[in-house]
């Protein structure tokens, strides 16, 4: 028997059921918010309750837990937000194409709401459904002012939404929309050019990121890791006596170091993780402009640097077994 995911949705503040219809309704799901957030709910909950009996730590356990209710639900935004901007990319990409069509189309003789439907094509893709969308309601009474408005107000781009405004503002006073279409069309394949044209002048610190962060940073901890080692082993084989006639005041304590292998590998894990998480946001707001990007970069990152660690540990452990 399915759950009825509506029913436990409501159980939910309704400022987080906004949040998540909006982001829904942003990446064009059909699904309620009530729907999506009542088996977001549950399935937190099972999670959290498998994690805890499959992990007993006592209070880690707890923490553990716990982390593991909220990350659907932190993951899940994320993947959508994520949806979200990619579809405002691939809009922003084809929009002067769309408008220079549209301008096209009214220096035939028709009419700006007939220029912007017969101007659809289906390589436009999420711009081409958008503006299907803005046609039905057209067509059933509403303006295209308003509906132009709230286009713009539905994606987080300064592009689209200066677009529309402009769009919005020459259908009120009656302008040359041909003219005003292809300026606009024009001043938007410049800012991209010169964008590109950014991110090719950066590709030196883009380099030395992706080389501190995936190379340089694992090699260092994997060295780190070995010194440890070795002094463990070091305090392991070496007895000072400190009683009899053979004592004396030693001036290297050999007593090991104050921190185990294993945890320093947590500890290496860890800030490989953290780093490479930083180091994505960077490199997305260099090459976009964004740090929405950072969540197809930081799994590569991530996994990289992590890769090295570990080999760069199996390589030294070797080197330094040999000689030692």
């Known amino acids: 028997m399915r759950p009825d995911y509506k ?34 709910l549950l399935s937190s909950v099972l999670f959290a309750v498998l994690i805890y009996f499959l992990q007993p730590l006592g209070y880690y356990s707890l923490i553990a837990s ?18 979200i901007y990619r579809k405002t990319r691939e809009i ?38 958008e503006i299907e969308n ?19 107000e539905k994606f987080d781009s300064l592009v689209i939404k200066r677009s529309m405004k402009l769009v919005v503002a020459g259908i009120k006073s009656g302008g040359e929309m041909a ?21 090719a002048n950066v590709m030196t610190y883009t380099i030395f990121i992706f080389f501190a962060v995936c190379l340089a940073a694992p090699f260092l901890f994997a060295l780190s890791f070995q010194v440890i080692s070795t002094m463990e082993q070091l305090s392991e084989t070496i007895a000072v006596p400190t009683t009899g006639a053979m004592s004396f005041s030693a001036p290297i304590n050999f007593s090991g170091p104050g921190v185990s292998p294993s945890e320093f590998k ?35 990152l ?15 452990t070797s080197v330094m077994g040999s000689i030692i």
Not at 102 to 128: E, V, Y
């Open 7 to 40: 029913a436990i949705g409501r159980i939910i503040p309704k400022f987080i059921i906004k949040i998540y219809d909006d982001l829904l309704k942003g990446t064009d799901s059909n699904i309620d918010g009530y729907e999506f957030v009542g088996f977001l």
């Open 66 to 83: 716990e982390l593991a209710f909220f990350a659907p639900w932190l993951l899940s935004y994320i993947l959508l937000d994520f949806i």
């Open 92 to 129: 922003e990409r084809v929009l002067p194409d769309f408008l220079q069509l549209t301008s096209a189309n009214i220096r035939a003789g028709m009419g700006i709401d007939k220029a912007l439907w017969f101007a659809i094509r289906p390589d436009f893709g999420a711009l081409s459904r």
């Open 134 to 152: 803005i046609a039905k309601e057209t067509m059933s009474g509403k303006e295209l002012g308003q509906c132009l408005k709230e286009l713009a």
């Open 179 to 199: 003219y005003l279409l292809e300026r606009i069309s024009h001043n938007i394949r410049k800012t991209q050019t010169i964008q590109k044209e950014i991110a």
């Open 266 to 300: 947590i500890f290496a894990l860890v800030s490989l993780l953290v780093t490479s998480l930083f180091s994505s946001m960077l490199l997305s707001i260099i090459h976009s402009g964004s740090t929405k990007e950072a969540v197809r970069t930081f799994p590569l």
């Open 302 to 316: 991530a996994g990289i640097s992590i890769v090295v660690l570990f080999g760069a540990i199996r390589l030294l």
